[in-house]
């Protein structure tokens, strides 16, 4: 009998992974929505809704620094994922309750249950791939469980849209917790696959205890995310904005103390991953503008009118949503979606047809069928799934002729590839007379194509970095460290976004994303000859 070519523990989980994607990341496709809806959500503006959004996907990816360090410690894997499973679908379920002080709540729970999840599944999943039977599929097993991600992805918007045209918004939040309770079922039902792996590592005498850590990385970080809240004008943004990346000051100073006191077998491991996790920075902060800029892209500036042939199928899936055409009695913005009157509060009332030209409107009263936003969500993991095995089989025949690119080279190439899908914006800019018109999606659409590649080329080696290069004392630390670097990106994606209003040319948005990927590109580049030295010796 033909042994599998991945281990056992592999599908399992990577369906829990699918699952706890699909609750998550059908949240994230509503939220920012949810929170500009006037009437059945909280009517914030443009700058509010993309500041608490950075801020929640930053705090999302931060906690992994802790649950990977209380794994690595104390709790163990198994464990902690299915702690943080629990408390993410409970988060999922209270953001139903259409209630300010119980969404926060709810963030709160996402935000804690995501440290102890994430972190802990990848390298659970690295565990795995350690035998000498699988180490040379790791790259590969990595980016399997990637699709699995983004499988989840892609569904859960689907089910997003079409639960909250039929039921509304709470319908949906329900559902994105159901998702996640059943990525737990799946997961305990694998455990006897990978339960040997689950091991809690031995403490090293350069190890800081428990409390240590917590006395003089945690405190302070609470501390320092107070001081920035005291200042009289904010620094970065906004205020919360500058807490944040005050709060990370102490949490940036363990990981260099960590490569100071480290062995010093382990000192060059430690530093090439410190190295490229401060340069991906750059991608999460243009990548993770999928939920804010590039939702309200979908939402205002994208012709998302359904075609007539296929109106009877998205109707009855309860994929459209209907816009009624009503003149404003008060006119808050120009063509552009620009706020005319600063002291005036910008609604997010149905301003779909504000860049449709005059002549080419419907007639007072009547209504159209567009799909859900969301949907539009849907875009990046359908490519994910469609250019995985591709990515898969490329390196595979490189792998074979002895050409394979090293991970840190992968990386590189990520930022340049990711970098070039800023300029396919710039081009839908000019196509739609910098937002006068409403854009194909096909610019979208496109946009995405280029933009999966590098994050092909750079997200599932990241993950496959770490557990490559990490000391086996350190692994999930050092997981979350390139959490650490996705959640500094994440906030820094929403300080972008916040400032979309600011440009009255939309196309120099996007060349200041381009400028911002290529330099960390040029970085990256510069750096290869002494990354590829340490991972021929490491990895």
Known sequence: MAKSTHPKALPYLFFSEMWERFGYYLMIGIFTLYLKDSVHGFGFNEKEASDLYGTFIAFVFLTPFIGGLLADRVLGYRRSITIGGIMMGIGYCLMSVHDKTTLYVAMVLVILGNGFFKPNISTLLGNVYNSDEYKSKKDAGYSIFYMGINIGAFVCNFFGAALYNIYGWYAAFLAAGVGMFIGIIIFWVGTKHYKHVDVIKPKSENDMSLLHIFSVILLPSIGFGLLALLLPEPLVGSATTDAFLFGCIPVIFFYGRLLYKSPPEEKKPIAAMLAIFAVVIAFWAVFKQNGSTLNTWADRYTDREVPTAILPVAKGLYLAEEISYKKDSVVLMDEQFRVKDKKIKEWNYPYYFKNIPEPEKPKEGDSIFAFNTNLFQSVNPFWVVALTPLIIALFAFLRRKGKEPSTPTKIAFGLLISGLSCFVMVGAIYANNNGIA??????????????????????????????????????????????????????????????????????????????????ASLLMFGMLRWLNSIFKEYE
């Open 438 to 519: 409403k854009a194909s999606p096909w610019w979208f659409i496109s946009s995405y194509a280029v933009i999966t590649i590098g994050e092909l080329f750079l997200s599932p080696m990241g993950l496959s970095l770490v557990s490559k290069l990490s000391p086996p004392r350190l692994t999930s630390l050092m997981m979350g460290g390139w959490f650490l670097a996705t959640s500094i990106g994440n906030k820094l994606s929403g300080v972008l976004s916040s400032m979309w209003d600011n440009y009255e040319d939309k196309a120099n948005f996007f060349y200041v994303n381009v400028v911002l990927l290529c330099a």
